[in-house]
């Protein structure tokens, strides 16, 4: 088994790809104001309490991106794919639209950008499927993705009824 070397990372001076000057993360800027907060105090017996809002703001991306869940169990399980379906799999990683856990595919464009042939797309469609990676919904050529392998936005906001606390 390999033993991971122990990396001084100031003798990596700096990530080429982020010297270049194309290099650039565009952002977005969003004001919003926090939840209400209460500060309790008890004063002669009597609890009081105020409430008020706090102007924030975050910054996000502006690019869309995908997330990979990067559990041991989960690398493994597609790792274990075939190469089509592995390939597809990351195909569909570019085409997930934010916020949705469905995507239909254009198989047509699939197959041209990855130079695959119909029995080449099916097959890796039901090695997906046979995985557990996606399903079909009522729609041709429209998948539910499993949000546990990947996902593009917020997790925690779509399945709120679907949190637990570790």
């Known amino acids: 088994m390999a033993k991971k070397p122990c990396i001084?990372?100031?003798?990596?001076i700096s990530n080429p790809f982020v010297n270049?000057?194309?290099?650039t993360i565009r952002i977005?800027?969003?004001?919003?104001e926090t939840d209400v907060v209460n500060l309790n105090k008890i004063s002669n017996g009597v609890i009081l309490q105020a409430a008020f809002k706090i102007p924030t703001s975050r910054v996000v991306e502006q690019e869309n991106y995908t997330k990979l869940f990067t559990k041991q169990?989960?690398?493994l399980h597609i790792m274990a794919l075939s190469s089509r379906a592995r390939d597809l799999f990351l195909w569909?990683?570019?085409e997930l639209d934010s916020g949705k856990d469905f995507l239909w595919i254009n198989k047509v464009r699939y197959m041209k950008e990855c130079t695959v042939s119909l029995n080449t797309y099916k097959e890796s469609i039901l090695d997906l499927t046979t995985a557990g990676v996606?399903?079909?919904?009522?729609y041709h050529d429209t998948y539910w993705i499993n949000p546990l392998f990947f996902f593009n936005g917020d997790r925690i906001?779509?399945?709120q009824d679907k949190l637990t606390t570790v």
């Open 73 to 75: 169990a989960f690398r």
């Open 157 to 159: 906001k779509k399945y």
């Open 20 to 23: 270049s000057p194309e290099f």
């Open 134 to 138: 996606i399903t079909p919904t009522v």
């Open 28 to 32: 977005r800027e969003f004001k919003e």
């Open 92 to 94: 569909i990683t570019y």
């Open 8 to 12: 001084d990372e100031s003798k990596l």
